[in-house]
């Protein structure tokens, strides 16, 4: 989608704020011992307060209003009885609709006792969100995204997952384009003034790929190591995109 006048930004704003007060109490209320349904029911019941729509189950009939994916799981994790252990590495997407209007915003939270590797994972995933903010611009190909996450990546020693990416977003819960996530030369389509797209890096501590799990929707590392992503909806401008999922 691309932003053409107030109205469409206003109502975007909306969503996405919506979405992050959302990820905001799910992070605040996940803890171990629950299990992922019941986190999940947290931020259905969050969504519903405010007159929004759950965007995976409105346009892919997902079974959960959020996607949860734990440790290798590095994303669309079903919400189920899985109890949530100390330690684990718990990723919280949430992506919702109201109005027609769609936002997407997604986190990693470790649940304590958190293990220094955990940590610096969840340190330089955050630092390669900062990095696609910083370069996501009009006239920037996508190419310069996806450089910019593996540079960081490559800096503390962790792997880009190929086959996850951002998207474009506004309208419908997945549009064109796709954003990678590493250094493709093959994206060199540009950004453009009031373009809505995605950026979320997914890092990892070995594998470059998923794979689908038997329930056809969790996608696992393809080696087992951990995953972490965190992400933003925002809007293409001439200089520092617009976060529209922020508190």
């Not at 629950?34 to 029911?41: C, F, G, N, S, Y």
């Not at 009009?138 to 190419?143: I, K, S, T, Y």
């Not at 990416?165 to 994206?187: D, F, T, Y």
Request: overall charge neutral; proline content about 5%; hydrophobic content about 40%.
């Amino acid at each position: 989608m691309t932003v053409e006048n107030e109205a469409q930004l206003v109502a975007l704003k909306r969503i996405g704020r919506i979405v992050a007060l959302t990820l905001q109490r799910m992070k605040e209320r996940v803890q171990a011992g629950m299990t992922t349904k019941e986190l999940d029911e947290l931020g259905a019941q969050e969504l519903e307060r405010h007159g929004a729509r759950s965007a995976p189950i409105l346009d892919y009939n997902y079974p959960g209003a959020t996607c949860i994916s734990i440790n290798d799981e590095a994303a669309h994790g079903i919400p189920g009885p899985r109890v949530i252990q100390p330690g684990d590495l718990v990723n919280i997407d949430v992506c919702a609709e109201l109005a027609g209007y769609y936002a997407d915003s997604g986190a990693s939270v470790a649940i304590p006792p958190v293990s220094p590797g955990v940590r610096r994972l969840c340190e330089y995933t955050q630092r390669a969100l900062e990095a696609a903010i910083g370069v996501a611009k009009a006239g920037v190909r996508l190419q310069e995204i996806g450089r910019a996450v593996q540079r960081v990546a490559t800096r503390g020693g962790y792997q880009c997952i190929r086959e996850l990416g951002g998207h474009g977003i506004g309208r419908k819960i997945h549009e064109a384009p796709s954003v990678p996530n590493w250094n493709n030369r093959a994206a060199t389509e540009r950004l453009h003034e009031g373009q809505v797209i995605t950026l979320e890096p997914f890092l990892t501590t070995g594998a470059i790929h998923v794979k689908t799990a038997a329930d056809g929707w969790t996608l696992h590392t393809t080696d087992g190591s951990l995953s972490a992503q965190y992400e933003h909806t925002v809007v293409i401008t001439r200089g520092r995109p617009i976060l529209l999922t922020l508190v």
